[in-house]
């Protein structure tokens, strides 16, 4: 296959897109099998009760690191590389934790698995990057839906293969999935190799850098507001239903995959953002989003599960179309830097997320359900309200500062 400069790049098929879709879906699931798995796994390995959260904590460390330091080199070196590389790396890791004996190979393969798997970071602007402006936004819908079907089916899964094939079985074929995936879009995906010939030190430093552009800070700070309390809500929702309605695993499981049904507004976000509604459809999602935010205290009350699960659904199509709509405005910035562009605004929703799901169960420890409605209203309304007041002449003037 002959070398492809960016300028260059043909359009993605539509069998490449659902391909990307799959891959980082796959990707990005990695870092959430092991979170229903905690006690299994830890009786296994020898890790005490007290030590048994170091089991997520491994990945998510692993993910941070690895969004830092590997997703800006999709600036400086060839992105189909990275992304296969970043498959097989993560099927080899998920194949040393199944095989692990003991806490230390656990943890320190989960690192690995962690940080290897943040070659989705690296494929979504690629594909991105591949598609005209007019179908952008469509694609990155389309990919971003598929990341998301990823993170909300992690778990379900796990659970489900766990109880029919044991822990070290989910890994083994998660494994498995993930080298297929990589072979697939090794096949796919053309060359696609940065003018840049950066240093990898320096394109480390340089992504800070792109905090210079005011759309970059604006959108991060809409984004880590709602995948803030994404995070926070459905690391206490579990808590909740257990609490108020006497669910059981299996049960708290069918109600997440009713989170999985948000990202079906993913594809629809990237069609409004390439007809240039991008304002209009943040103001919705960030109202939306409080509104059904305060509402769920309500659900909660009355008993209305059915009413709770339509409402998470929504919450999370929120979630998901401001994230379209985010990345497709933040990506047209600069081809040169889109790699470090997508490391710093990635890294600090994750950052930010992290925070919340620590802090959601406090919350909820301590004052119930209600406080979780009102800290969601009290976070996505001044989303709204900013956009509202981000005037036509006024965003021209961010995105040139």
Known sequence: MSEVQPDATPEPTALMVWL???GSGVLVATIYYAQPLIDPISRDIGLSRQAAGLIVTAMQIGYGLGLALIVPLADRYENRMMVTTSLVVTALALAAIGLSGNEVTFLASAVVAGSACVGAQVLIPMIAGMASNARR????????AGLVTGIMLAR????FLASVAGWRGVF?????????IGLLLRSLLPIRRPASKESYFKTLRSTAATMRYGVLR???AYQMSLFGMF?????????????????????????????????????????????????????TAGLGAALILAL????????????LMIAAALFDACVQSNQVISQRLIYALSEEERGRINSAYITAIF????????????????????AIAVAGFVLTLPIAIAELLNRPEQRKAVQAS
């Open 20 to 22: 990307a879709a799959i």
């Open 137 to 144: 936004g469509r694609v990155i819908g389309t990919v971003m």
């Open 156 to 159: 379900p899964f796990s659970s």
């Open 172 to 180: 083994f074929t998660a494994a498995a999935i993930t080298l297929v």
């Open 218 to 220: 604006r959108r991060m």
């Open 231 to 283: 995070t926070a809500f459905w690391t206490t929702a579990p808590l909740m239903l257990a609490d108020r309605f006497g669910y059981d695993q299996q049960q708290i499981a069918l109600f997440a995959l009713a989170g999985a049904g948000g990202a079906l507004a993913a594809p629809l976000a990237g069609r409004v953002a390439d007809r240039g509604l991008s304002r209009a459809a943040t103001i």
């Open 296 to 307: 769920t205290d309500y659900l909660v009350y009355s008993g209305a599960v059915v009413a």
């Open 351 to 370: 950052v930010g997320g992290s925070i919340t799901s620590a802090l959601g169960p406090v919350l909820y420890a301590h004052f119930g359900w209600p």
